[in-house]
Protein backbone atom coordinates (compact mmCIF):
# COMPACT_ATOMS: atom_id res chain seq x y z
CA UNK A 1 0.00 0.00 0.00
CA UNK A 2 0.99 3.24 -0.85
CA UNK A 3 -0.04 6.51 0.39
CA UNK A 4 0.12 9.95 -1.10
CA UNK A 5 -1.00 13.37 0.12
CA UNK A 6 -0.79 16.32 -1.93
CA UNK A 7 -0.39 19.61 -0.64
CA UNK A 8 0.37 23.48 -2.23
CA UNK A 9 -2.99 24.22 -4.03
CA UNK A 10 -5.27 27.45 -4.37
CA UNK A 11 -6.02 30.40 -6.00
CA UNK A 12 -4.14 32.71 -7.59
CA UNK A 13 -4.15 35.08 -10.54
CA UNK A 14 -3.34 34.93 -13.48
CA UNK A 15 0.18 34.59 -14.64
CA UNK A 16 0.79 33.78 -11.23
CA UNK A 17 2.59 30.22 -9.71
CA UNK A 18 1.87 27.73 -7.18
CA UNK A 19 3.74 24.50 -6.32
CA UNK A 20 2.03 21.29 -5.46
CA UNK A 21 4.03 19.06 -3.09
CA UNK A 22 2.81 15.15 -2.99
CA UNK A 23 4.25 13.44 0.11
CA UNK A 24 3.98 9.88 -0.06
CA UNK A 25 5.44 6.30 1.79
CA UNK A 26 6.59 4.35 -1.62
CA UNK A 27 9.61 4.57 -0.54
CA UNK A 28 10.36 0.67 -0.08
CA UNK A 29 10.55 0.05 -3.91
CA UNK A 30 13.13 0.03 -6.00
CA UNK A 31 12.27 2.74 -8.28
CA UNK A 32 9.08 3.31 -10.09
CA UNK A 33 6.98 6.49 -11.79
CA UNK A 34 5.33 9.07 -9.70
CA UNK A 35 2.94 11.54 -11.67
CA UNK A 36 0.72 14.63 -12.17
CA UNK A 37 -2.84 14.41 -12.79
CA UNK A 38 -5.72 16.96 -12.96
CA UNK A 39 -9.04 17.02 -13.65
CA UNK A 40 -11.63 19.94 -14.20
CA UNK A 41 -15.51 19.80 -14.04
CA UNK A 42 -16.64 18.04 -17.16
CA UNK A 43 -13.08 16.87 -18.79
CA UNK A 44 -11.52 13.46 -18.28
CA UNK A 45 -8.60 13.18 -16.14
CA UNK A 46 -5.52 13.96 -18.12
CA UNK A 47 -1.62 13.67 -17.40
CA UNK A 48 0.28 16.15 -16.72
CA UNK A 49 4.07 15.14 -15.44
CA UNK A 50 5.69 12.25 -14.68
CA UNK A 51 8.95 11.13 -13.19
CA UNK A 52 10.89 8.08 -12.37
CA UNK A 53 12.22 8.31 -9.08
CA UNK A 54 15.74 8.53 -10.05
CA UNK A 55 15.13 11.60 -11.98
CA UNK A 56 14.91 10.09 -15.58
CA UNK A 57 12.14 9.43 -17.91
CA UNK A 58 10.74 12.64 -17.16
CA UNK A 59 7.81 13.76 -19.35
CA UNK A 60 5.74 17.10 -19.30
CA UNK A 61 2.27 17.25 -21.30
CA UNK A 62 2.30 19.31 -23.92
CA UNK A 63 -0.75 21.90 -22.46
CA UNK A 64 1.93 22.76 -19.82
CA UNK A 65 5.76 22.02 -20.88
CA UNK A 66 7.54 25.00 -20.47
CA UNK A 67 5.26 26.22 -17.40
CA UNK A 68 4.78 23.53 -15.41
CA UNK A 69 8.45 21.50 -13.78
CA UNK A 70 7.91 17.97 -12.23
CA UNK A 71 10.63 16.97 -9.83
CA UNK A 72 11.35 14.38 -6.77
CA UNK A 73 13.00 14.49 -3.61
CA UNK A 74 14.38 10.97 -2.46
CA UNK A 75 15.44 12.25 0.41
CA UNK A 76 12.07 13.50 1.41
CA UNK A 77 9.83 11.10 0.03
CA UNK A 78 8.21 14.12 -1.76
CA UNK A 79 7.06 14.79 -5.42
CA UNK A 80 6.81 18.93 -6.86
CA UNK A 81 4.87 20.63 -9.30
CA UNK A 82 6.37 23.61 -10.04
CA UNK A 83 3.56 26.02 -11.58
CA UNK A 84 4.28 29.17 -13.29
CA UNK A 85 2.64 30.92 -15.16
CA UNK A 86 -0.49 29.90 -14.75
CA UNK A 87 -3.76 30.88 -16.76
CA UNK A 88 -7.37 29.71 -16.16
CA UNK A 89 -7.38 26.78 -18.14
CA UNK A 90 -4.76 25.35 -15.36
CA UNK A 91 -7.80 25.62 -13.19
CA UNK A 92 -8.79 21.71 -11.97
CA UNK A 93 -8.01 19.82 -8.79
CA UNK A 94 -4.53 17.80 -8.80
CA UNK A 95 -3.75 14.79 -8.00
CA UNK A 96 -0.35 12.28 -7.13
CA UNK A 97 -0.18 9.18 -8.43
CA UNK A 98 2.37 6.57 -8.19
CA UNK A 99 2.63 3.25 -10.47
CA UNK A 100 4.21 0.39 -8.40
CA UNK A 101 5.04 -1.67 -11.74
CA UNK A 102 8.06 -0.39 -11.41
CA UNK A 103 8.12 -0.01 -15.25
CA UNK A 104 10.13 2.74 -16.55
CA UNK A 105 7.23 4.14 -18.92
CA UNK A 106 6.27 6.47 -17.19
CA UNK A 107 3.28 8.10 -19.36
CA UNK A 108 1.56 4.46 -18.88
CA UNK A 109 -1.67 6.12 -17.28
CA UNK A 110 -3.49 3.46 -16.83
CA UNK A 111 -0.92 1.82 -14.67
CA UNK A 112 -1.37 4.29 -11.76
CA UNK A 113 -2.68 2.39 -8.92
CA UNK A 114 -2.05 4.43 -5.90
CA UNK A 115 -3.50 7.97 -5.65
CA UNK A 116 -3.84 10.47 -3.19
CA UNK A 117 -6.74 12.80 -2.49
CA UNK A 118 -6.10 16.12 -4.53
CA UNK A 119 -5.71 19.70 -3.91
CA UNK A 120 -7.64 22.36 -6.21
CA UNK A 121 -5.70 24.64 -7.98
CA UNK A 122 -8.01 28.05 -9.06
CA UNK A 123 -6.39 30.61 -11.39
CA UNK A 124 -8.61 33.63 -12.23
CA UNK A 125 -7.80 36.15 -14.58
Known amino acids: QVHLVESGGGSVQAGGSLRLSCAHSASGYKGYCLGWFRQSPGKEREGVAA????????YIADAVKGRFTISHDNAKNTLYLQMNSLNPEDTAMYYCAADSSQMRECRAWSRYNYWGQGTQVTVSS
Open 51 to 58: IYTDGDNI
